[in-house]
């Protein structure tokens, strides 16, 4: 390119997000916080000091002890019946489009600070289902981002698939045609496309070839690392806070509160007077005492957060290391936990399974034979689980496999499409 694009491309992601821009001699993905691309999915509402940050700011200030409400995974609200409901910050009701738009406000106010100019135009990555079996929840979910992009000073929107994204990113490295597996497998979802790729397709992508004929099929299911944090902690952390444990009556002890914790976004359902009623209702006909004592610790003191990140970390790690040491000490002196792979393996079998159930019938239903793919090309954070990779390799074993920018590629080759889009 000779000149700076006209527009710029959004990935609005469920850990992380990234705004890319294409312009002569320079990266293409914006700084947004301490110099880095990425800026971390998160709204952090200090109530010591009445403040808003967002990114690893926000991380940072609730992992400091601040008091306030730390919201995550901003992007699973999208598609849920949730989206339309409002929370409760700093004693005011805030409601979870305009959590969305601040979140999405901000990104764009750093973008355009970092770029010397304003945007309105931008094309947003989406995943290939923000709902899966339910298309008038996922046409929904698309209009409900269009709408809050346009809130926050976007004239012109519009959508591209993440994992189509992440395919103009790779096919810029290319020196021969390609039957490529876009694997996108980020914070909430699981998303693939199956493209032919090549440096002359990209030439003529360039001069507004809109590239319909080069996909083959594409498919997703509603999986993502933030699902694999929440297998994770029921099967080997929410253990020590008494999941799964036993009433003197025999009866298992109701587990609403556990998948709670577990799940990003609806940690904070936790720390209700409701949640601490019930579960001072338990408390009365349990067994696990000691195990209840954590718990109670951890939501009077506002931890799940902590534990969620602790459990994050836990994950990350298990992707390189054989085991995972969990530092418990603020639920009890002391405490300490390790995670092994083979465990983890075995709480995300189901997840893993599911995943490749959707890309056997993506390859099915292209009438594909597993030897004429050529290339798995692997992006997301969550792509970077080795059971999970390994079980997408299996499905493809001709095909050799590229490790993208796991959190830079999609946003880049949506810099592309917006170039090409808004010239």
């Given at each position: 390119m000779d000149q700076p694009a006209r527009a710029c491309g959004i990935d609005f992601g469920t850990s992380n997000s990234t705004v890319g821009w294409?312009?002569?001699?320079?990266?293409?993905?914006?700084?947004?916080?301490?110099?880095?691309?990425?800026?971390?999915?998160?709204?952090?509402?200090?109530?010591?000091?009445?403040?808003?940050?967002?990114?690893?700011?926000?991380?940072?200030?609730?992992?400091?002890?601040?008091?306030?409400r730390l919201m995550r995974a901003l992007k699973s609200l999208l598609g849920s019946s949730l989206i339309d409901g409002q929370t409760e910050v700093h004693g005011r009701a805030l409601?979870?489009?305009?959590?969305?738009?601040?979140?999405?406000?901000?990104?764009?106010?750093?973008?355009?600070?970092?770029?010397?100019?304003?945007?309105?135009r931008a094309v947003f990555g989406r995943p290939v289902r923000f709902v899966d079996d339910d298309e008038a929840a996922d046409r929904k979910a698309q209009q409900t981002l269009a709408e809050i992009a346009a809130q926050v000073g976007f004239r012109d929107v519009s959508f591209q698939f993440e994992p189509i994204g992440a395919a103009l990113h790779y096919e810029l490295s290319l020196a021969r045609e390609e039957l490529v597996l876009i694997a996108d497998i980020g914070g909430g979802t699981a998303d693939f496309s199956l493209l032919r790729l090549s440096p002359e397709r990209a030439r003529r992508s360039d001069e507004s070839h809109d590239r319909r004929e080069d996909l083959l099929g594409n498919?997703?299911?509603?999986?993502?690392?933030?699902?694999?944090?929440?297998?994770?902690?029921?099967?080997?952390?929410?253990?020590?806070?008494?999941?799964?444990s036993r009433m003197k009556s025999g009866a298992e002890l109701p587990s609403s509160i556990f998948f709670q914790l577990a799940t990003w976004h609806t940690i904070n359902f936790a720390y209700t007077r409701q949640a601490w009623a019930d579960l001072q209702n338990i408390y009365r006909d349990a067994s696990a005492r000691t195990e209840l004592d954590r718990l109670a610790?951890?939501?009077?003191?506002?931890?799940?957060?902590?534990?969620?990140?602790?459990?994050?970390?836990?994950?990350?790690?298990?992707?390189?290391?054989?085991?995972?040491?969990l530092n418990l000490d603020r639920l009890e002196a002391g405490l300490g936990h390790t995670i092994t792979g083979a465990e983890f393996t075995a709480a995300t079998e189901t997840l893993v399974d599911r995943v490749a159930a959707c890309v056997s019938g993506l390859l099915n239903d292209a009438g594909l034979r597993r030897d004429q793919v050529d290339t798995i090309y692997f992006t997301g954070g969550a792509s970077a689980v080795p059971q999970l990779r390994a079980r997408i390799a299996a499905e493809l074993p001709a095909a050799r496999s590229v490790e993208g920018d796991l959190y830079g590629s999609i946003g880049a080759g949506l810099a592309v499409e917006a170039a090409r889009r808004y010239g």
């Open positions: 294409l312009r002569p001699g320079a990266p293409t993905l914006l700084a947004l916080e301490d110099g880095k691309p990425t800026l971390p999915s998160a709204v952090f509402f200090n109530a010591d000091e009445e403040t808003t940050c967002f990114g690893r700011a926000a991380l940072a200030e609730y992992l400091d002890g601040y008091e306030g409601g979870f489009r305009d959590l969305l738009a601040s979140f999405i406000g901000e990104l764009k106010t750093r973008a355009e600070a970092q770029a010397g100019r304003s945007f309105d498919a997703g299911v509603h999986i993502g690392g933030t699902d694999f944090d929440r297998a994770l902690s029921l099967e080997c952390v929410m253990p020590l806070l008494g999941y799964r610790k951890l939501i009077s003191a506002r931890e799940g957060h902590w534990l969620a990140l602790q459990v994050e970390q836990a994950k990350i790690d298990l992707s390189a290391a054989p085991t995972a040491a």
